[in-house]
T-cell receptor
Framework: NAGVTQTPKFQVLKTGQSMTLQCAQD?????MSWYRQDPGMGLRLIHY???????DQGEVPNGYNVSRSTTEDFPLRLLSAAPSQTSVYFC?????????????FGPGTRLLVL | LAKTTQPISMDSYEGQEVNITCSHN???????ITWYQQFPSQGPRFIIQ?????VTNEVASLFIPADRKSSTLSLPRVSLSDTAVYYC?????????????WGAGTKLIIKP
């Protein structure tokens, strides 16, 4: 199993540009989530999904969109990038069987918005 | 939402046992305590989870007193590679809509 994969690993955007961060998992987990982590801080939940076709907002959803068309994929879209969105983005997945708090994280995407 | 309080940082030496305490005064009946480890430039990694008393795995032990208002992560005989940030979280593992609150964690530095 590859676990949770994220692409790209690093991205530089100009203010106002849009992009999609990709996340995929091969563990058949029903729960997936996106976090952002700013320097020296903990993770903050952006959006999450409890299954295909179901998404919900987390703590900091503004400026981001998500969709969940399959169990495996959970892309995060930045609609119009702003410097405040410079951060490291982590995708995670978990399952009811092992408990939703037992999350498996991807390697992260480092985003710089100029 | 249950919040946790941990020390911001700790230092120790190779070969020592390290105990990191977390307080969670408003933990709910269905909440479990979960600890994660995060190395620089990596995503967090699940270490251990427990509900009460003591849980042990190949990496760490977790001690939870009867009132469950605090917990202690114990790392036996640490090495330099245990230098990382450790996060304590509480939540209901069966609640898919529960949003975990991640604090800043405890930055553990192991010295030779």
């Amino acid at each position: 199993n590859a676990g949770v994969t994220q692409t790209p690993k690093f991205q530089v955007l100009k203010t106002g540009q849009s992009m999609t961060l990709q996340c995929a998992q091969d563990m058949n987990h029903e729960y997936m989530s996106w976090y952002r982590q700013d320097p020296g801080m903990g993770l903050r939940l952006i959006h999450y999904s409890v299954g295909a076709g179901i998404t919900d907002q987390g703590e900091v959803p503004n400026g981001y969109n998500v969709s969940r068309s399959t169990t495996e994929d959970f892309p995060l879209r930045l609609l119009s990038a702003a410097p405040s969105q410079t951060s490291v983005y982590f995708c995670a997945s978990s399952s009811r069987r092992s408990g939703y708090e037992t999350q498996y994280f991807g390697p992260g995407t480092r985003l710089l918005v100029l | 939402l249950a919040k946790t309080t941990q020390p911001i940082s700790m230092d120790s030496y190779e070969g020592q046992e390290v105990n990191i305490t977390c307080s969670h005064n408003n933990i709910a009946t269905n909440d479990y305590i979960t600890w994660y480890q995060q190395f620089p430039s990596q995503g967090p990694r699940f270490i251990i989870q427990g509900y009460k008393t003591k849980v042990t795995n190949e990496v760490a032990s977790l001690f939870i007193p009867a009132d469950r208002k605090s917990s202690t992560l114990s790392l036996p005989r640490v090495s330099l590679s245990d230098t990382a940030v450790y996060y304590c979280l509480v939540g209901d593992p069966m609640d898919s809509n529960y949003q975990l609150i991640w604090g800043a964690g405890t930055k553990l530095i192991i010295k030779p």
